[in-house]
């Protein structure tokens, strides 16, 4: 008959079974080992290649915030300063933009 401390142990030893069944699958997933002697080398590279996708994709989403915000404050500076895209006499040169993103509108 089993007793309470034999139950234990199953169930310890089962549960250590189980998480390395997990990280054996996790391996063959992530392709660090399979069938051929080049699995464990590409899916090291896979793993780096995805890591550096996610960091350029979090730099250009950082650029993109960027350029929304440089379009937002060059915007407001062009209405704050009454140039209308319509009015073709005070039509903006880069010489303007440049004063009005320095905070000066004085002729030099």
Same mark, same amino acid.
């Given at each position: 008959?089993?007793?309470?401390?034999? /139950?234990?142990?199953? +169930?310890?030893?089962?549960?250590? !079974? %189980? *998480? @390395?069944? $997990?990280?054996?699958?996790?391996?063959?997933?992530?392709?660090?080992?399979?069938?051929?002697?080049?699995?464990?080398? /590409?899916?090291?590279? +896979?793993?780096?290649?995805?890591? !550096? %996708? *996610? @960091?350029? $994709?979090?730099?250009?989403?950082?650029?993109?915030?960027?350029?929304?915000?440089?379009?937002?404050?060059?915007?407001?500076?062009?209405?704050?300063?009454?140039?209308?895209?319509?009015?073709?006499?005070?039509?903006?040169?880069?010489?303007?933009?440049?004063?009005?993103?320095?905070?000066?509108?004085?002729?030099?």
């Amino acid at each position: 008959m089993m007793d309470r401390f034999d /139950v234990m142990d199953v +169930n310890r030893i089962q549960t250590e !079974r %189980i *998480a @390395e069944l $997990e990280e054996r699958l996790a391996q063959h997933e992530q392709g660090f080992q399979g069938a051929c002697y080049a699995c464990e080398p /590409v899916g090291e590279l +896979n793993v780096k290649l995805e890591a !550096r %996708i *996610a @960091e350029i $994709e979090r730099q250009n989403k950082k650029l993109i915030d960027t350029l929304h915000d440089a379009k937002a404050l060059l915007l407001f500076w062009i209405d704050r300063s009454g140039y209308h895209a319509n009015d073709f006499d005070n039509t903006l040169t880069m010489r303007d933009i440049n004063k009005l993103l320095a905070g000066t509108d004085e002729e030099t």
